[in-house]
Nanobody, 128 residues
């Protein structure tokens, strides 16, 4: 599985960005997807996850109500719509694939070691 994230950039607090991640190399509906982020000097943290069916999503508390994860299985794409961005959202954002076969309603995993493939990341910088 190859993953490539895009859409990062420099924005001001309160602005919006939409990250996109394209997947190739395997049937996209075989796996759940997640977004993680890593700020300078900090550990990588879970941001959002979505099941292969798109019916179940999970978010870290600090982004609930501001971020939305979605996927388009016909296009092999997963998205992260980020609204009301804050300086503390500044990080490199990574998309990841979890190939563990589970039902489409099982909540996405939230630990990075549970994901099997990773893209190279896209930088999001939010200025105050």
């Amino acid at each position: 599985v190859q993953l490539q994230a895009s859409g990062g950039g420099l924005v001001q607090a309160g602005d919006s960005l939409r990250l996109a991640c394209v997947s190739s190399g395997r049937t996209f509906t075989d796996y759940a997807m997640g977004w993680f982020r890593q700020a300078p000097g900090k550990e990588r943290q879970f941001v959002a996850g979505i099941t292969w069916s798109g019916t179940t999503t999970t978010y870290r508390d600090s982004v609930k109500g501001r971020f939305t994860i979605s996927r388009d299985n016909a296009k092999n794409m997963v998205y992260l719509q980020m609204n009301s961005l804050k300086p503390e959202d500044t990080a490199v954002y990574y998309c990841a694939a979890d190939l563990t076969p589970v039902g489409g309603t099982v909540p996405p995993k939230i630990l990075d070691w549970q994901y099997d493939y990773w893209g190279p990341g896209t930088l999001v910088t939010v200025s105050s």
